[in-house]
């Protein structure tokens, strides 16, 4: 590519599932007492990203939307080679659903001043919806590929993406600019580096937008913007658990009963001994 290349990295920080409650009143996930990391996805998206960078120059931005103790986290992909961090913090984006999510996402990118790739994890893992990457390519009305296994960028104005498929994998040409959404695994993410972990606020301070900053309409974001609703909570049972029969005899006479049981189950009828 003869330009260098700029991409955003949607990167959503995530409580730790097995230690997520749900409020029953809010109808919403309580994440007041669980620990929090980097969405594992995103971190291959953002690995992905940086390799690009490495190999075509350019710069990768990076956007997130939560409260402001999310900055800590963008820093640490300041630390690990990003240029910028954006964060999007407001009490008005609370609540939202994938719907409201992505448009809000599609607005700071246009914000940003557009990009050349919307890079996101696949799904994230309190919601696996894998809806919010479509989404944003909906909204800002670019083309789209899901759970790519990798990016090159060789010539001016694509991106030759492979992504996974159901019995194989599939090559496509993709224009720019374009949203791809990364396969959790596909790559190991780098280390940071201390050095700029400690300078990451001289390096890049993280700026912090609200709801005013962006070109979008109010109604349209947070609760008041998401149409799905939880109408209901209950606790999934298992059935009761897998049936035993403990069989005795000789080995002979256990291989027969096994065999009676399995013809019966077949609804086969075997003939009398």
Not at 34 to 50: K, T, V, Y
Not at 51 to 62: E, I
Not at 112 to 128: M, Q
Request: charged share 20%.
């Amino acid at each position: 590519m003869s330009r260098p290349l700029h991409t955003v990295v949607c990167l959503k920080v995530v409580p730790k599932s097995e230690e997520v409650q749900v409020d029953r009143e809010s109808m919403t996930l309580d994440r007041t007492k669980a620990r929090s990391e980097i969405n594992p996805p995103d971190m291959n998206a953002l690995e992905m990203a940086l390799s690009l960078k490495d190999c075509y120059g350019g710069r990768v931005s990076l956007l997130s939307m939560g409260p402001p103790f999310v900055a800590a986290y963008l820093r640490m992909g300041i630390a690990m080679g990003a240029d910028d961090a954006y964060l999007l913090s407001d009490r008005a984006f609370g609540g939202a659903d994938t719907l409201a999510t992505s448009l809000t996402l599609a607005s700071a990118v246009r914000k940003i001043g557009g990009s050349d790739l919307v890079l996101c994890g696949e799904e994230s893992s309190d919601g696996a919806t894998a809806q919010v990457p479509p989404g944003i390519a909906a909204w800002l009305n670019i083309p789209q590929a899901t759970y790519a296994l990798s990016i090159a960028v060789e010539e001016e104005g694509f991106a030759f993406v492979t992504r996974e498929i159901q019995g194989g994998e599939e090559d496509l040409a993709v224009p720019l600019p374009a949203v791809v959404s990364v396969k959790v695994g596909v790559n190991e993410p780098r280390f940071m580096d201390i050095d700029r972990l400690h300078n990451a606020d001289q390096l890049s301070p993280v700026s912090v937008w609200t709801a005013a900053d962006l070109d979008v309409d109010p109604g349209a974001i947070g609760i008041g913007g998401s149409p799905t609703t939880v109408a209901g909570l209950r606790t999934a049972t298992t059935g009761g658990g897998r049936r035993r029969q403990v069989l005795s005899g000789t080995p002979d006479e256990k291989a027969a009963l096994i065999y009676e049981e399995i013809m019966r189950y077949l609804g086969v009828t075997t003939p009398a001994t």
